[in-house]
């Protein structure tokens, strides 16, 4: 069981906004910045969002990162069937003194 | 540009030790602030930081692991290498190479090496 929680599945129809979820603790979300992956399948995972809002370069801004409290948030607007991967959150837990993920979330463009 | 490029047997008896290399080309693995480690991906699973290391040998482990994790740099072939030891079934993932900044997020992945521990 992960440390971060995320929801196994979300999907979306192209053009609409979704939001994927990862919540924590005080140990790992609140006292460090989060992180977000992109991974489609058979390939490896992909930066997609680090310390919390900054997208690395040649993301698109689509991609959009927030944190608040325990939780942290992905979103993504003007959905695009390319978009369709399974999504991680990762985060420092203080506690643990250790990388921790969430579980994934696979979304699925209709 | 830099790549990480993982090596290593694919196939690894239950008890023995898994031992994966990772190759640094195209950047300097000397450089301060950047963090080499490793992650696994069970098949059909999510991912689990197995433990990061410093090029000058500082190294960090995830506890569930420390006991049987051994990571080590050689800088001068600009490869740094995984020890796993007492392997099962459980640890049979891909394997994947990363490059850590400053210990603030994973930028870099190498393609990952497939490991299967067999009875």
């Known amino acids: 069981q992960s440390v971060l929680t995320q929801p196994p599945s979300t999907s979306g129809t192209p053009g609409q906004r979704v939001t994927i979820s990862c919540s924590g603790g005080s140990s790992n979300i609140v006292s460090n910045t989060v992180n977000w992956y992109q991974q489609f399948p058979g390939a490896a995972p992909k930066l997609l969002i680090y310390s919390n809002n900054q997208r690395p370069s040649g993301v698109p801004d689509r991609f959009s990162g927030s944190k608040s409290g325990t939780s942290a948030s992905l979103a993504i607007s003007g959905l695009q069937s390319e978009d369709e991967a399974d999504y991680y959150c990762a985060v420092w837990n203080d506690s643990l003194d250790s990388w921790v993920f969430g579980g994934g979330t696979k979304l699925t463009v209709l | 540009q830099l790549q990480l490029q993982e090596s290593g047997p694919g196939l690894v008896k239950s008890s023995e030790t898994l031992s994966l290399t990772c190759t640094v080309s195209?950047?300097?693995?000397?450089?301060?602030?950047?963090?080499w480690g490793w992650i696994r991906q069970a098949p059909g699973e999510g991912l689990e930081w197995i433990g990061n290391i410093y090029y000058s040998g500082l190294t960090y482990y995830n506890p569930s692991l420390k006991s049987r994790v051994t990571i080590s740099v050689d800088t001068s072939k600009s490869q740094f290498s995984l020890k796993l030891n007492s392997v099962t079934a459980a640890d049979t993932a891909l394997y994947y190479c990363?490059?850590?900044?400053?210990?603030?997020?994973?930028?870099?992945w190498g393609r990952g090496t497939l490991v299967t521990v067999s009875s």
């Open positions: 990363t490059r850590n900044w400053g210990n603030w997020y994973f930028d870099l």
């Open positions: 195209g950047g300097s693995i000397n450089r301060n602030s950047f963090y």
